[in-house]
Nanobody
Framework: QVQLVESGGGLVQAGGSLRLSCTAS????????MGWFRQAPGKERESVAA????????????SYADSVKGRFTISRDNAKNTVYLQMNSLKPEDTAVYYC?????????????????WGQGTQVTVSS
């Protein structure tokens, strides 16, 4: 079993920055794929960013309707068993509960069903 605990959420003005942290226990993340998801009220959970076991391969939400590419950065410190999400140039539409997730497979993935373990989430609110 892997337990994930997120921290770093809060209230920030548009244009500001936050860094989310997700610390794992119960197993080293050095063999796990990790991801960040978010869910806004009335919306489905969506993948924001993910990386593979080494952090070398990454995925970022980058669609016509919504994109975090160039604003968010996922990284990991396997020695600290922690994954991070640096969020810059935040927009009100980034407001959501952000979840950390881990998958037993080591590769990067953006589909929620591919993940085996989930944190409880941390609220991010961006005011205009």
């Amino acid at each position: 079993q892997v337990q994930l605990v997120e921290s770093g959420g809060g209230l920030v003005q548009a244009g500001g920055s936050l860094r989310l942290s997700c610390t794992a226990s119960g197993r080293t993340i050095s063999t796990l794929g990790m991801g960040w998801f978010r869910q806004a009220p009335g919306k489905e959970r969506e993948s924001v960013a993910a990386n593979n076991w080494s952090g070398f391969n990454t995925y970022y939400l980058d669609s016509y309707a919504d994109s975090v590419k160039g604003r968010f950065t996922i990284s990991r410190d396997n020695a600290k068993n922690t994954v991070y999400l640096q969020m810059n140039s935040l927009k009100p539409e980034d407001t959501a509960v952000y979840y950390c997730a881990a998958r037993r497979a080591s590769g990067v993935h953006y589909v929620a069903s591919a993940y085996d373990y989930w944190g409880q989430g941390t609220q991010v609110t961006v005011s205009s």
